[in-house]
């Protein structure tokens, strides 16, 4: 029970909410478990577990969701640094403009959460981009498509996840730049896709994603081992 | 005082009091009611704060208002692209009409989807206001007069009010803290909202306006007409943190503008609307 020890004295540290609602969370996943005995080896082991896991801890709460989202920013960054260090044959001047623009956007977000974080912040991830012709523009875009669809369903499934209002506005501001990135790539993929059928529902509402299902996809191009055990689930 | 000995006493009038208090899980049905059973004020302070959070900040009261706020900006884009795209020889055939069609249907989907959300939470939907959308206030005279006579003039209302959906959605998040499935909603549609802003950008682009898909200082290319819907975009610091050239990486200016785009209140938003409504 040391670890549960310890979250408990670094909420409270934190602020008081979040120490009240860590208890809490806590006591009811014990109802479901069935409070006793084997309820509480059930936790401890979880928490056992999710310490011991190697790779680059994203943390819990409200700090574990901006790492996470730190963790797509460095993978996006990466990418558009690639893309305009040498850009695929046959850029023209606006679309070189546009892509420039899209990493400036990209390493500001980066950035902005390092020392947003702070102490906090995960190290710098490694990148695996050997799947991606970056010679090729249908590579290329095909690429920031899935990352720009993909960045905008992960910041529209992570603000449930947020209880600051502060950071959950902050993620605001991001998410509608992503989607505009979005529809820019797509657009330049297909004139008219975006935002078509593929990431719009017959609602009107474009997708969210959970972390998990997020880290899985962002998984193949980021070759650093991440432990998002300790990430809100819901 | 054992925080927890309380809660044992509340869950006895009710049940769901932990689902309350983690505002991850709670479902919003689980909330209407709820005040019937305990009298919160008689909570020692610290207590009454936390249920505050859970409860009050989160009532059915704002979670309307936000929604019927929304329905009312829905409203007014859905009956703008429909009228539009009705409109003989305003848009030209092809890749424009298709486009203005999609977002169209997305703006009816939003009411439809608004109406429908309201409705479930027991309350009765707003009803559409009477639009002028040449922002004369009923005089049909004003700015964008020639609005569905001129294909710039469209497009240029179009992007403010894109633009400016965006900044409301965004305005209003925090606001719908701890409603899980209703703030991932909202959410859902602003980044809607905000692929439509880039594609009506990228066609202001192609008819020579001098914008990108996104908001450059506030900068509208547009006019003093719209201003208000950009003002404040120019934000280069978040929460303290200077975003141009941040930590020595070449972060121009426009560019620390353009990475973050800036809400605006519910007031704010309703003086930027209310030429366009009689």
Redesign the interface.
């Known amino acids: 029970m040391t670890n549960l020890t310890q979250g408990d004295e670094q909420g409270l540290l934190k602020d008081q909410n979040n120490f009240l609602s860590t208890k809490v969370h806590r006591r009811s996943f014990l109802q479901y478990a069935g409070a006793g005995a084997a309820g509480i080896a059930l936790v401890a082991a979880g928490c056992k577990k999710d310490k011991m896991t190697e790779g680059v801890y994203l943390g819990a709460g409200d700090v574990g969701i901006l790492n996470y989202a730190y963790a797509l920013e460095q993978l996006e960054a990466a990418f558009y640094l690639q893309v305009a260090t040498s850009f695929y044959s046959g850029a023209t001047d606006a679309e070189k403009s546009l892509l420039s623009d899209i990493r400036d956007h990209e390493v500001a977000h980066r950035e902005f959460f390092k020392n947003a974080l702070g102490v906090n912040a995960i190290t710098n991830l490694e990148v695996d981009f050997s799947s991606i012709d970056f010679s090729s523009r249908a590579s290329v875009l095909a690429t920031a498509k899935a990352f720009e669809d993909l960045g905008v369903s992960a910041y529209n499934g992570a603000g449930a996840l947020i209880k600051d209002a502060g950071y959950l506005a902050l993620a605001g501001k991001i998410v509608s730049v992503e989607a505009r990135h979005a529809a820019l790539i797509r657009d330049l993929i297909s004139n008219g896709t975006f935002a078509n059928s593929e990431v719009i529902d017959s609602n009107g509402l474009d997708k969210s994603r959970m972390p998990m299902e997020v880290l899985s996809i962002a998984g193949t191009y980021i070759k650093t081992k991440i432990n998002a055990g300790d990430l809100p689930t819901s | 005082m054992n ?2 000995n309380i ?1 044992d006493e509340i869950e006895k009038v009710d049940g769901e009091v ?2 309350r ?5 709670k479902a919003m049905g689980e909330f209407f009611g709820f005040g019937k059973k305990v009298a919160i004020a008689s909570l020692p302070f ?1 207590l009454g704060s ?1 249920f505050k ?1 859970a409860y009050s900040q989160t009532s059915t009261t704002d979670v309307e208002g936000v929604l019927q706020f929304a329905l009312t900006l829905e409203y007014l884009e859905a009956e703008f692209y429909t009228r539009a795209v009705a409109a003989a020889g305003l848009i030209p055939a092809g ?1 424009a009409t ?2 203005i069609t ?2 169209r ?6 009411v ?2 608004l109406k429908t959300t309201i409705s479930s939470l027991g309350k009765t939907p707003v009803s559409k206001p009477t639009f002028d959308f040449s922002a004369g206030n009923g005089s049909m005279v004003g700015p964008f007069a020639d609005v569905f006579l001129n294909y710039d003039t469209f497009l240029a209302v179009a992007q403010t009010f894109e633009d400016t959906g ?1 900044r409301a ?2 305005g209003q ?2 606001a719908l ?1 701890g ?3 209703v ?3 909202a ?13 009506i950008r ?1 066609m202001r682009k192609a008819r020579g306006a001098n914008v ?3 908001i450059t200082g506030k900068e509208s290319g547009i006019g003093a007409a719209v201003q208000a819907s950009y003002d404040g975009e120019e934000l280069d610091t ?2 303290n ?1 200077k ?1 141009t050239n ?2 020595g ?4 200016v426009s ?2 503008t ?6 605006l209140t519910k007031a704010q938003i309703l003086a930027i609307v209310d030429p366009f409504i009689v």
């Open positions: 925080i927890l809660l932990y689902e208090l983690n505002p991850r899980r610290a936390m959070k890749a298709g486009a999609t977002i249907d997305h703006e009816n989907q939003h439809a989807f965006v959605y965004k998040a925090p803290l409603t899980g499935g703030l991932t909603a959410l859902n549609i602003h980044s809607v909202e905000a692929r439509h802003a880039s594609h990228q990108k898909p996104w978040q929460a943190i975003i941040i930590n990486q070449n972060i121009s560019a620390a353009e990475a973050f785009d800036e809400p």
